[in-house]
């Protein structure tokens, strides 16, 4: 697990496996994102198995996957969630590169 920042209140990492889920909540995150559509890559853990792990270390997860682009919808609930969110957001894809455009993109979206 390899955490990057872009802000002091979202950083970016590659895929994340469920037993990472316990540390990143005791690095002191208030929620994770998934932005890795679920059967993407060979190997890669389902969304569920990430949230099951998320519930029991009581961190909020959300499900928020980017394919072939980088969609204004999902751009949208991600500035939502950055509204509504306090404290630290760690969001993973398969390098983090998806994450740090999406958040990108939803900085530049009005309202």
């Known amino acids: ?17 469920p037993s990472d889920i316990a540390k990143v909540a005791e690095a002191g995150y208030a929620a994770v994102i998934c932005m890795r559509p679920d ?10 198995a990430i949230e ?15 394919g072939g682009g980088v ?11 950055l509204k509504e969110t306090e404290g630290p957001i760690l969001a993973f894809c398969a390098s983090g590169a998806r994450c740090a455009g999406l958040y990108q993109m939803a900085q530049q979206i009005g309202g």
Request: no cysteine; charged share 15%.
């Open 71 to 81: 969609p204004m919808e999902q751009a949208k609930k991600l500035r939502a969630l």
């Open 39 to 48: 059967g993407e890559g060979w190997g890669q853990p389902k969304f569920s």
């Open 1 to 17: 697990m390899h955490i990057r920042p872009v802000t002091q209140n979202f950083h970016v990492s590659g895929q994340l496996k």
């Open 52 to 66: 099951e792990a998320a519930q029991a270390s009581n961190l909020p997860a959300y499900y928020l996957p980017v």
